[in-house]
């Protein structure tokens, strides 16, 4: 059982919790089935997450599947210029704050593994 917020938020990222497994289970070749391309289906992906107002360690997960891909950042930023007519500008800047918080979480993580 993980004994700081360091050290759960270390488990996740590393796969060693049994919620992010099931989410993993869930999503286990959905890319495949989408019939898209990489980029476009990270992207797809991103966009669906500003639509639901997704918290920030969705962002973390995405970002660095999209970060892994090599999609752009200008291709990120395209996506949510396109999604705000329809999302509404809340949504873009709320997400747009919660990938900040996404990027604290990832460098807590780094640090706290540096710590190790």
Known sequence: M???????L???????????????????????RSGLDEETYILTRLAALVAMDAPPVSYLL??????DLGVPLERI?????AIAPIVGTARVVSAAGKTLRA???AEAIVEADDLD
Do not use: F, K, Y
């Open 103 to 105: 990027l604290g979480l």
């Open 62 to 67: 995405n970002l660095g599947a999209a970060d």
């Open 77 to 81: 930023q395209g996506t949510l210029v």
């Open 10 to 32: 270390g488990g996740i990222a590393s796969g060693d919790a049994p919620v992010l497994e099931q989410l993993t289970q869930m999503t286990l070749n959905t890319l495949e």
């Open 2 to 8: 993980p004994t700081s917020v360091e050290e759960s």
